[in-house]
């Protein structure tokens, strides 16, 4: 089965030390789930550039990471 642009970027974001215990502990959610939902709403490639500094920007708000 390819890999989607999708499930890559969940690989690589989850690859950061604490992502993943961030998203496992605050959401029970495990990235091949993530890449599943992420999927599932079609994001554009246009838009898709802009997730990782979304999602830390997010991420840092919502867990209060320094």
Request: glycine letters at 4%; hydrophobic letters at 45%; one cysteine or more.
């Amino acid at each position: 089965m390819p890999v989607s642009p999708t499930s890559d970027f969940v690989a690589q974001y989850m690859a950061f030390p604490g992502n993943y215990k961030a998203f496992s502990e605050k959401f029970s959610i495990l990235p091949e789930k993530m890449a599943v939902i992420l999927k599932k709403t079609s994001i554009k490639m246009a838009e898709f550039q802009f997730l990782p500094y979304i999602c830390g920007v997010l991420l840092r708000n919502f867990l209060k990471f320094d």
